[in-house]
């Protein structure tokens, strides 16, 4: 029987439970310096001069950099299609664009020492206005890059059409045939990815070779811009990505204050290394989400949705980064799971005096499924229909797949009324609605709302190929290199099950390296929910080109037909079919095999990207005096095609939901008038806690996916994406019959309860 | 995180400690849980240049039962003051608000004077013992002094302590017959968007707010109500009488005032009234 299937304890645990694992900030680098960021205190000013001579004066401070003394070319822009002049500089030249912006850089032999001359550092600035205000940034006079000419960083579909990438969309009528027309808007607000870990890097150079420490999830792209940057050949740098506390899609990029360290080292020749604090991280590790959208949906009045529009604008912060390019992604999962022939899709991201945005776990599909989940809802109560009865009316029949939508995504296969109907089931959605009617009738201060989602979303949605290789050592051991790089996903357990699965070899005898750039040639790296339906799959078909190698060196040694050797996995011993006791041992093979060794690499590249989806049940108590809310239950149906470890999964569902909620439910990265971030802490940023979240109420479905060899979809954002609009369309749902019709996220109680006295009439 | 350098004193005695804040007025910082204090040398918000460490004197960590009141040591720690049984017996309403303090870690460390003479107006402790009608006992280069809880707090993050005092003991009368703390927070281990600590003790009800203004206050508006025989929900009604509270990014002024309202009528209702 196969171990694929089995909830398999994670090795790797014990080490993150006890000890803690080997983290950047834990690497020994004898004689290193620390480096600590002189930031902005201002969210747009011009620099009228830096003043480092009493920093230099202070103990221990070995060299303060500004932007002068650099020699190096910028980092890449991070955002495909921005504009050349809104690139970062590696240390603010003339002006600093945003609460964090790093202006100087102090070095010093302790860390201690480096805050305490960062604090000697003093800049005289002249105020500018700041472009705080998404919504208005495009028509802002002030510019954040004045060289650019604009604050607009990206335009769909106008930027898409004029480099040729797509047609001009023919005119629609697209509320033809529509009874009702809704329209909303809504922010899908800021939120700051809070990993456990923070960011920290190390460099040192030895004989021209660099060797980077990175807190990153794809370190083979790290290398890639390193080689580039100080124009090296790639066996000149070594970048390691160890134990990684998390990333939640922040840490895909480098940042400049990680390779800049690099830089550092070089020029003073001693090892450096640099690590943020929290308040740091809060304020400029790349923020998620960003987007106000306007949002129309018409349909007639039995339920049928015909047209949808969406219009975002998307905050791009300082520096355009991935989060600028987050609404192509919204575009591509624009309907979510419902068959609407008529679409329309416009964005504009743009730059503002704030920390730049990024990918955060989901990058732009959670968007999508919230706005099109709140529209259905708000659709369902127009026209007085029970919102999973509009939702069952309107989902691509199962039938369908591959199913191409109205902008030309095409999902590889669901049974969504399934999953809606296994969620209904498992909620006992009627009887809760008649809990509902009755606490309506009573008028109970406290009022219950049940919230649904059904979504769909794209996982390993970047075209391209992931690395895997399997070796069987001399003592039938195994060793696994992965191109993927997991900060808590649980790799090294699942791709031991792989190669246990194929090999025989149990999975505390399969060691799986990750991470290093030496130890694994390439790689892409773990984001986008991709890594098994990639760097899986190369490993698992790594492991059967294994097998079949052991299968051939055997039917040389027994003078057998390759075709008669058989694998016995319990004995992890070969033999001729009928004839079992003569055998063949992983480690007589490995012996056999002489140089060669008995290995396999391959480079997995899916023909297309799988489309996870589920349906989410939430039941909310919301105090309709107080505007608090609490959570009762979460009920959800997550389907990742075939599961090799439904623990991990959970987890990962877990993690997911509870990510989600807090979205719905507390956090926002907020900016004052200014641009001064006021949530840049934990204390003031409401980070969810477990006494937040109820028990979660998971059912797994499995619909495997044509797509890859294994079935297996991405589980890694799903949770997220489903939960989100569920806690709020429950939120909403509590307040209804009060006439409350729309509450932005996060649904907090002094916005629950404005709702209430606004419905009431009773501003 | 990292604090301004500073020099460390570890007082063997309490007497030490006074002589130590004695010796550096203002420049010194008394070190007990470490829980406000810390945090904000961190942050480099405070930059005392001397630590002067009460937390290993364990003759202040103590519940004492006395004729008319009882007794509670300044180090005793919330999680002690939670589950005490003369607490828990004497004065309910303690034991309640010490265990709606941040989390287990911080209730494991932080102490029932630290709380108050922190005298954060968002903390839960400093309006508990002011609904209660405590005393504060400081210990000086003079001697003791006994300090009305109402006397206590002067503004935002400030006491009438002298640099030179210690708080050594916090005393609040028997005799509950009822009581409520009404925490209202979006996550449990936060501090109170606004909180409403509610006492009957002896026939006498005290209520008091907590981060409604600079300091906790007594809902004066609301005691002298019910004195006249107002129910709890007439009585609650003047709960945001004479309050001006600022707004922030979790209430405007006008919620907070709400707030207050409401959760005063919950809690004078919890504590039977």
């Not at chain 1, 240390?91 to 000697?120: I, Q």
């Not at chain 2, 420049?27 to 480099?44: I, N």
């Not at chain 2, 609301?222 to 009604?237: F, I, K, P, Y």
């Not at chain 2, 707004?247 to 707030?259: I, K």
Request: glycine share 10%; net charge negative.
């Amino acid at each position: 029987m196969s171990i694929l299937g089995n909830r398999v304890l994670r090795k790797e645990d014990q080490k993150f439970l006890t000890t803690g694992g080997t983290y950047v900030e834990d690497v020994p680098l004898e004689g290193a310096v620390h480096i600590v960021y002189v930031r902005s205190p201002m969210a747009h000013a011009r620099i009228r001069s830096i003043e480092t001579s009493e920093a230099l004066e202070s103990p221990g401070v070995v060299a303060v950099f500004t932007a002068q003394d650099i020699d190096l070319d910028p980092m890449p822009p991070g955002a495909p299609f921005a504009n050349r002049a809104m690139t970062r500089p590696w240390l603010a030249d003339g002006v600093v664009r945003f609460v964090g912006d790093m202006v100087a850089a102090v070095v010093a032999d302790t860390r201690e020492r480096a805050v305490d001359g960062a604090e000697l550092v003093f800049v005289d600035y002249e105020t500018l206005t700041p472009v705080v205000d998404a919504s208005t940034a495009a028509d802002n006079p002030t510019l954040v890059h004045e060289d650019a000419g604009t604050n607009v960083v990206l335009r769909l579909p106008d930027d898409f059409v004029s480099a040729g990438i797509e047609q001009v969309a023919a005119e629609v009528d697209l509320f033809e045939g529509c009874d009702v027309v809704i329209r909303q808007r809504m922010v899908n607000q800021r939120v700051a990815p809070c990993p456990l870990e923070v960011r920290a890097s190390a460099a040192k150079w030895e004989d021209g070779h660099l060797t980077q420490w990175s807190t990153t999830q794809a370190p083979h792209s790290v290398k890639d811009t390193l080689v580039q940057l100080f124009e090296l050949q790639p066996d000149q740098v070594r970048v390691i990505a160890p134990d990684v506390g998390g990333g939640f899609g922040a840490k895909i990029g480098g940042y400049p204050e990680e390779l800049f360290v690099a830089w550092v080292s070089r020029r003073i020749d001693r090892p450096a290394r640099w690590v943020e604090t929290r308040s740091e991280s809060m304020m400029t590790l790349g923020h998620g989400r960003g987007q106000i959208q306007e949002a129309e949906l018409g349909g007639t009045r039995d339920g049928k949705l015909l047209g949808y529009k969406l219009t975002i604008t998307q905050d791009a912060g300082a520096y355009p980064n991935f989060g600028a390019f987050l609404p192509v992604m919204t575009r591509l999962m624009l309907t979510g799971v419902y068959d609407i022939t008529k679409t329309e899709f416009s964005s504009c991201s743009v730059a503002t005096n704030t920390n730049p945005t990024v990918a955060y776990r989901g990058a732009g599909r959670p968007e999508a499924t919230a706005a099109i989940e709140r529209m259905v809802d708000i659709f369902a109560d127009e026209i007085g229909m029970d919102p999973a009865e509009l939702r069952r009316k309107n989902l691509i029949g199962k039938e369908c797949f591959p199913f191409t939508t109205a902008v030309g995504t095409t999902y590889d296969i669901g049974d969504y009324e399934q999953a809606l109907d296994r969620v209904l089931e498992a909620a006992g959605y009627a009887e809760l609605r008649e809990e509902q009617r009755q606490r309506r009738d009573s008028g109970d201060t406290k009022q219950m709302g049940i919230g649904l989602s059904t979504y769909v979303e794209v996982t390993n949605g970047i075209p391209g190929s992931e690395f895997g290789a399997v070796e069987v050592l001399a003592d039938g051991k195994a060793r696994v290199r992965t191109g993927t790089s997991p900060h808590g996903q649980g790799h090294v357990t699942a791709w031991a099950m792989l190669v246990a699965d194929q090999l025989g070899i149990p999975v505390e005898d399969v060691e799986v390296i990750h991470g290093d750039t030496d130890e694994v040639p390439r790689g892409v790296g773990t984001f986008g929910s991709k890594s098994l339906q990639s760097g899986g799959v190369a490993v698992h078909q790594a492991a059967e080109r294994v097998v079949e190698k052991a299968k051939k060196l055997v039917a040389d040694l027994l003078e057998a037909n390759p075709n008669d050797i058989e694998l016995d996995k319990e004995n992890r011993r070969f033999h001729v079919a009928g004839t079992p006791s003569v055998t063949k041992s992983w480690a007589e093979l490995v012996e056999a095999s002489g140089d060669a060794g008995l290995s396999a690499e391959v480079d997995f590249a899916a023909p297309g990207p799988t489309f996870p989806f589920g349906a989410h049940i939430v039941v909310a108590e919301v105090d309709t005096e107080t505007g608090h809310v609490s959570l009762e239950r979460i009920i959800a149906v997550d389907d990742a095609g075939r599961l090799m470890n439904p623990l991990i999964a959970e987890g990962q569902v877990h993690g997911g939901l509870a990510q989600g909620v807090a979205q719905a439910l507390m956090e926002e990265m907020c900016y004052d008038d200014q641009g001064n971030p006021i949530t840049a802490n934990l204390a003031d940023y409401a980070f969810v806690s477990a006494a937040e979240l109820p028990s979660f109420e998971t059912h797994p479905m499995e619909t495997p996916t044509p797509i890859n060899p294994l079935g297996a979809k991405g589980i890694g954002e799903s949770g997220t994406i489903g939960s989100t609009p569920a806690v709020q369309n429950a939120v909403v749902d509590a307040l209804s019959h009060l006439g409350v019709r729309h509450v932005d996220m996060p649904t907090t109680p002094i916005r629950v309860w404005s709702a209430i006295k606004e419905a009431k009439g009773d501003r | 995180m990292i604090p301004v350098a500073f020099d460390y004193v570890r007082a063997e005695s309490l007497d030490e400690a006074i002589a130590a804040l004695s010796e550096h007025g203002d420049e010194a910082k008394l070190l007990a849980g470490g829980h406000s204090l810390l945090p904000l040398m961190k942050l480099r918000l405070g930059t005392p240049s001397v630590l002067v460490d009460i937390g290993r004197l364990s003759e202040l960590s103590f519940v004492r039962d006395e004729d008319t009141y009882i007794a509670i040591g300044a180090l005793t720690r919330h999680h002690d003051v939670q589950h005490d049984t003369i607490v828990l017996r004497e004065a309910p309403l303690l034991a309640a608000v010490a265990g709606r303090i941040g989390d287990p870690q911080v209730r494991h460390r932080g102490t029932i004077g630290g709380s108050l003479a922190h005298a954060d107006p968002a903390s839960d402790l400093p309006g508990a013992v002011l609904a209660l009608d405590g005393t504060l006992v400081a210990r000086g280069p003079a001697g003791d002094r006994e300090i009305p809880a109402s006397e206590f707090f002067k503004g935002f993050l400030e006491t009438t302590l002298a640099p030179s005092e210690v708080l050594v003991e916090i005393r609040v009368p028997k005799g509950t017959t009822g009581h409520s703390y009404q925490k209202f927070v979006r996550r449990s281990q936060d501090w109170a968007i606004v909180g409403v600590a509610v006492a009957r003790v002896n026939g006498h009800v005290g209520v008091s707010l907590v981060n409604v203004a600079s300091t906790p206050v007594r809902a004066t508006a609301v005691e002298q109500a019910l004195a006249s025989g107002a129910s709890a929900a007439d009585a609650a009604e003047q709960a945001a009488e004479g309050l001006e509270p600022t707004g922030d990014a979790n209430a405007t002024p006008e919620f907070r005032r709400h707030l207050a309202r409401v959760l005063t009528r919950r809690g004078l209702v919890e504590a039977g009234l």
